[in-house]
């Protein structure tokens, strides 16, 4: 499967792979969430070329993540904002913020903390089930088809112990 096919697989996550699935696109997100709105500022937290810069952010005004609003006429120069469909990738930035605070942290300890304003509190993120408000984790989600899975497996490849053994730990 090619980069830019995955925009159109039936899989949720293929789909979000293909439109945030890139390196930068996911530091320019993370600048955004740290309220960075405009290009020389991606550029200098990232250190990344202007052209690459200019193409990830395009993409994501394109995507319908970012608006691009005037906030200069002479030269004209803009700012990026984040839309609704931008700020819904928050739980996922903060999924992967959680991850490397846990697993990627050096000595020193977690680089940024996040406090909620409404306690006054650092706080870890949790991920919860909509229905219930139990935590959830991997082994105590099952996963079925829905409406819009295709109507049969892309390629059914023979079923195995292993592949049995990691159907059961999902």
């Known amino acids: 499967m090619k980069w830019k096919e995955l925009e159109e697989e039936p899989c949720s996550m293929a789909r979000t792979i293909g439109v ?38 395009k993409k994501l005004v394109r995507q ?15 700012e990026y904002i984040l839309t609704q469909k931008g700020l819904d990738l928050y739980p996922i930035m903060m999924a992967i913020v959680h991850w490397g605070d846990t697993h990627m942290v050096d000595e020193r300890g977690r680089p940024l903390l996040h406090q909620h304003r409404k306690c ?3 706080f870890d993120p949790v991920m919860v089930c909509s229905e219930c ?9 099952h ?19 292993k592949t049995k053994a990691r159907s059961r730990a999902a």
Request: with cysteine.
């Open 133 to 141: 408000g139990e935590p959830l984790s991997a082994k105590e989600v």
């Open 64 to 78: 319908g993540i970012l608006r691009r609003i005037p906030y200069q006429e002479s030269p004209k120069r803009h």
């Open 20 to 57: 945030i699935g890139d390196r930068w696109t996911l530091l320019i997100l993370r600048e955004c969430f740290l309220r960075t709105r405009r290009f020389e500022g991606f550029q200098s937290a990232l250190g990344i070329t202007r052209h690459l810069l200019a193409e990830r952010l």
């Open 120 to 122: 006054g509190k650092d």
């Open 143 to 161: 996963t079925h088809p829905g409406p819009g899975a295709r109507s049969a497996p892309a390629a059914a490849a023979p079923t195995t112990s």
